[in-house]
């Protein structure tokens, strides 16, 4: 029986202190765990080699090796991330707005931290530092579960940064790990209601539905990204290939890259030959509808698979619709909800396509390349929400906080 | 087996029309609707008269048969109450905010509806109506579910609206009734991911409990107030007494009504007598602990289980304390999180009070009984949310949007 109460309790305690913390104290032991980190590099670094040892004995792959592994360079990077973090406006106390009420009292809507966030995460220990230094910045005391392959190097990390708070005159217990990695502990998270305000898992899709699926605890739904590019009958056809190459190719890995094309059957017999030709420079492997197949023959036929599919690798699936219609139910029904994105001169196409599509975020004539929280403008983003309660879209640092309504009276009765 | 899946279709092929569908054809449906209800009074009154003597049959309480029950004045109200609706503003389409991103896209934030939402309630046939005409204002098709006890009464006002739907040129699957009102309806709502945008529950504690530990959809929790008036030292007697009364017995049924007072010992000897003369005109049971005991003889004493009832009724719940922090940890204990006010004359009090108070709503002098949507100047609500993602406190209009990014290029690609 993992006792996550116990710890619950904990963060609790120290989220009553934390969540009346001015910014210049946030601040202050935000700019501690920066140097911290520097300073205590060389510890972290041997942790992490034992990590990298197990890692590697267990034969895991080297995309894998590469996201665990830290070095001199990448802490310093992580503790320049940290000290950016520092220089955004502060989310706590924010008025949003407000009102005298006809009675005389005055009413003002306040954002205050969420109190208690957990995550849940894969085994990169930069997230460690990063939903730590985000949650610590709006005021909330972090629950950390990473995965069992860095718990060493998270321990030293989380170590190091609850030393930085300590010297900064915040608990400790404003950064919580926990050092149980079984399923359990993950289990125990996603229903520590009464503890935990908010519950945001960052990796892969089946950890994004484990925990979708088995929370009851408020949860944001990250990161799935199923986006597609439709290149309207009125498309200028070089910004099409433009928009599509780099939407596909310059990082296949990531949520807001475009796995599916659908071109509108006047422009395919053009376009799709010359964006094959286009993307021909990353090897992109196409997977075309019976008409995509006829156009550029040789190329693999798609199935109902290939719809539903984020590859996040240099594969692109391929359809030839009738009509705009056709694209948008296509794209209401395969869609994760993520960034979508047309491509046309008709200014009708345009608001129709940014009208119907139900997404995060929808484009017109841009690459979904663009679907980030430092793009937006929010500075730094602890995830990208692709569900409608509370934030679609990045996630920054008014994203974690909620509201408190503050009502002074003067012995108004109702 | 419970076939919600194909309601969820269909509620889904109607979101695509009615999210398109403007604020003027939205609010010709909701005139259609209070007219087509006022129109079919007859007919509505018959079922709910055949719900009627069900219940008495099966011996429900007179309360219970009160909430069911409709007449002719009760069926006029909940079509004003159509009307009112109709005169909110739009909140579809509002752009909350905006800019030029430095490589020249324009991007624009925008409010959009969630597409369906469910509702989960008891028997009450005005929340029937009520529901499906915030949700038709905001864009939203409703799939709704009441209880067995109105399902008459339920078939009748939704054949009603739907028929009114229809004239006004939108589907009549804008508003949906599950008619099966078995225990399995319910749970396949819970679970309807992919189909159902958000869940709200609307009733008793046992109900929300139950949606929130078993949905695996969006849920907004509702409603539960364990509600506290603490009484400073620095208070004002004859102030503090009069919004304790007031939030005590002016209506003990509703969440916003207080639930435990607790005092100060400095002013405990004179605030207590006061308090129980004045709220006697009311019955009101005083459940104390040891120290209330001792200053108000011959009253009940209180146990743990009283700190954590909403009683709903006629009971107070009192605790003497040794200074405000103590009142502030007996909050943040066992608060609900909805309304909690403090009564003082001094600034410092109020100060910390409200910085550290962890509540949707935090009072200073005044009643917490005004936490309403219509107080707050939402217009209208749906529930009051005691939860901290999304929305904290009432939801209105506002909050059954959620939030779509457009972004207009010309041919950008990162």
Chains 1, 2 share one sequence.
């Not at 939903?131 to 005391?141: E, I, R």
């Not at 579960?145 to 609850?162: T, W």
């Not at 990161?223 to 910004?239: F, Q, R, S």
């Not at 934030?391 to 003067?410: A, C, H, N, Q, V």
């Amino acid at each position: 029986m993992v006792d996550l109460i116990s710890l619950g309790k904990r963060a609790k305690a120290a989220s009553r202190v934390l969540s009346c913390a001015g910014a210049a104290q946030r601040d202050k032991a935000l700019r501690a765990i920066a140097a911290a980190l520097r300073e205590n590099a060389p510890a972290i670094l041997k942790e992490n080699g034992a990590d990298m040892a197990a890692a590697r004995e267990r034969g895991m792959t080297k995309a894998f090796l590469d996201r665990l592994q830290l070095s001199g360079e990448r802490i310093e990077g992580i503790a320049a991330a940290v000290e950016e973090i520092v220089m955004l406006q502060d989310p706590v106390g924010v008025v949003e707005s407000g009102r005298t009420l006809e009675n005389g009292i005055r009413l003002v809507k306040t954002k205050v931290p969420f109190g208690v966030v957990g995550m849940i995460y894969e085994a990169r220990p930069n997230v460690t530092v990063d939903a730590a230094a985000l949650c610590l910045k709006s005021g909330n005391v972090c629950l950390l579960r990473g995965s069992k392959e860095a718990i060493r190097s998270n321990i030293a990390l989380a170590n190091v940064m609850r030393g930085a708070l300590d010297k900064a005159g915040l608990p400790g217990d404003c950064i919580l790990l926990v050092e149980d990695t079984t399923r359990e502990s993950a289990n125990a998270m996603m229903t520590l209601n009464g503890y935990l305000d908010l519950l945001i898992p960052r990796g892969g899709a089946g950890l994004i539905r484990t925990v979708v699926e088995n929370a009851t605890v408020p949860v944001i739904e990250t990161g799935v990204g199923n986006c597609h590019t439709y290149i309207d009958a009125h498309a200028d056809l070089e910004m099409a290939v433009r928009i599509l190459d780099n939407a596909k190719t310059s990082r296949p890995s990531v949520c807001n890259a475009c796995e599916t094309v659908l071109v509108h059957r006047d422009i395919a017999g053009r376009f799709l030959p010359a964006a094959k030709a286009a993307l021909a420079h990353a090897n992109v492997e196409w997977r075309g509808d019976a008409r995509s197949c006829e156009i550029l023959p040789g190329i693999k036929k798609a199935n109902e698979t290939d719809w539903e599919t984020e590859y996040g690798d240099y594969i692109l699936a391929c359809r030839v619709v009738e009509n705009m219609e056709e694209a948008l139910l296509h794209i209401a029904r395969y869609s994760s909800g993520h960034s979508e994105c047309i491509v046309t001169e008709s200014y009708e196409s345009a608001e129709i396509f940014t009208a119907r599509v139900d997404a995060a975020a929808v484009y017109v004539n841009a690459s979904t390349r663009f679907t980030d929280g430092g793009v937006f403008g929010l500075g730094a983003e602890i995830g990208i929400s692709t569900q409608k309660l509370h934030i679609r879209g990045p996630m920054g640092l008014r994203e974690l906080t909620t509201d408190k309504y503050i009502l002074f009276g003067s012995g108004q009765v109702r």
